[in-house]
């Protein structure tokens, strides 16, 4: 499971925004649990994460659609940190959702 999604970070931890709250466009690597965020799909051969941020495991995290967010097809994970991450349409959606889910 991989490819680019556009991302926000918009929580830093709880009640804390995020510093950097643009929006990016990043490959996303989800691989036995953990979600890895990446420049591009050479990316998580050398390690190295956007940022260097830590991977984020969903076994930790929830999830939820962001219906009230101006723009479509968006949906949030939170492992502490807040993100949110924006799929091409609603299949995309149901389909970030599902992996959440699934595993
Ligand atoms: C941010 C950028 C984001 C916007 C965010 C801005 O500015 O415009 O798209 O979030 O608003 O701070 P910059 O690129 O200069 O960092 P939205 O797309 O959700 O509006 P925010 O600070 O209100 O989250």
Same mark, same amino acid.
């Given at each position: 499971? +991989? &490819?680019?999604?556009?991302?926000?970070?918009?929580?830093?931890?709880?009640?804390?925004? #995020?510093?950097?709250?643009?929006?990016?466009?990043?490959?996303?690597?989800?691989?036995? &649990?953990?979600? $890895?965020?990446?420049?591009? #799909?050479?990316?998580? #051969?050398?390690?190295?994460?956007? $940022?260097?941020?830590?991977?984020?495991?969903?076994?930790?995290?929830?999830? +939820?659609?962001? !219906?009230?967010?101006?723009?479509?097809?968006?949906?949030?994970? !939170?492992?502490?940190? +807040?993100?949110?991450?924006?799929?091409?349409?609603?299949?995309?959606?149901?389909? $970030?959702? &599902?992996?959440?889910? +699934?595993?």
């Amino acid at each position: 499971h +991989e &490819g680019f999604l556009f991302r926000k970070h918009e929580l830093d931890g709880p009640n804390k925004k #995020a510093s950097n709250r643009s929006w990016v466009n990043l490959y996303c690597v989800l691989s036995k &649990g953990d979600l $890895g965020f990446y420049k591009d #799909a050479k990316g998580q #051969a050398t390690g190295s994460t956007h $940022g260097g941020e830590p991977l984020l495991n969903l076994h930790h995290s929830t999830s +939820e659609v962001a !219906n009230n967010y101006k723009k479509k097809n968006v949906f949030k994970l !939170n492992d502490g940190s +807040e993100f949110l991450l924006q799929a091409n349409d609603e299949v995309g959606v149901y389909w $970030g959702l &599902g992996v959440v889910v +699934e595993i």
